[in-house]
């Protein structure tokens, strides 16, 4: 196991976790009835959205650049 790639890695899997729960959280006070379906593809949005700005900053993991 790589554990070096983990604990590059942690913070932001963290941040991902982190930034899906407010925006669901957000979105469930605001937007009455949101189906599962549209949630999950919120998620999607999301974790490639941060991928991407992660990978344009220049603070992604090594693994990330691959």
Do not use: N
Not at 8 to 36: C, K
Not at 39 to 58: H, R, T
């Amino acid at each position: 196991m790589d554990t070096d790639h983990i604990r590059e890695a942690l913070p932001h899997y963290l941040a991902i976790l982190v930034l899906v729960a407010v925006v669901i959280t957000v979105l469930r006070e605001f937007v009455a009835g949101l189906s599962f379906w549209i949630e999950l593809v919120i998620v999607m949005i999301l974790v490639f959205v941060y991928q991407a700005v992660v990978l344009w900053l220049g603070v992604a993991p090594s693994r990330w650049e691959r």
